[in-house]
């Protein structure tokens, strides 16, 4: 009894150790996959490069846009920047006047309403018919250089949007292609061309509406302008009637 006693003592024992089965493993390793991609997520780079050749010409677009709008809007407001004691200077040089003083006034402030009024003040000895068309002719003139490529923002507002949309046909070729090459209809065939879908519609879309907001807004400034050209015109035409 002593003896198996003493055996039983010095027996060993082990305990069972559990192991995970193949499929938790590889269940485990496309979590931990899955969560290192959600970290790390997408980059702007990635988005433009899955957007293919298409955010090219978006991209040009886009940089001419941003070009106009801020030359545009940095001409307007110099031409614009005309102080409010203008036009009564002029009133007052002229009801003395002092034409030379007048015209230097115009030289003075290199503006479109300047070289309008100081258009007019040149004609000065013609009949008012044919003043009141030399200053309107000038306005015209002047008002057409504010306008210049504004119209370019509106072609681009039009364009860039398409442009966009042919990227979705593209990357719904790209989804039927890819199912037409594997017999299998699942993620890894219709996901690289819903990358090229989404990614150029959206940027199509962006370049657009950056365009459409530009355009009418350096179009408000304009009008804006042409009001303010419009009334200094009426203004001078009274000047000389009451003179």
Partial sequence: MTFLLSLLLQT?????????????????????NAAANAAG???LIDLVLAGGWIMVPLFLLLFVSVYIILERYITIRK????????????????????????KMLCAQNPTPLARMIEKGIRRI?????????SVENVGKIEIARLEKNINVLGIVAGIAPMLGFVGTIIGVIKIFYAISSTGDFGIAQISG??????VTSAAGLIVGIIAHIGYHWLSIM????????????????????DN
């Fill in 193 to 198: 061309g819903l990358y090229t879908k989404m």
């Fill in 41 to 43: 997520g997408l980059s």
């Fill in 79 to 102: 031409a614009g920047s005309v102080p409010e004691s203008f036009m009564p200077g002029i009133r007052g040089l002229m009801v003395k006047g002092d034409l030379q003083g007048a």
């Fill in 12 to 32: 060993p024992t082990t305990e069972a150790v559990p192991t995970a089965s193949p499929a938790a493993a590889d269940s485990a390793a496309i979590a931990a």
């Fill in 222 to 241: 304009v009008e804006r302008m042409v009001f303010r050209m419009e009334n200094s015109a009426i203004e001078f035409m009274d000047i000389l009637q």
């Fill in 125 to 133: 000895g013609l009949p008012l018919k044919e003043i009141e068309t």
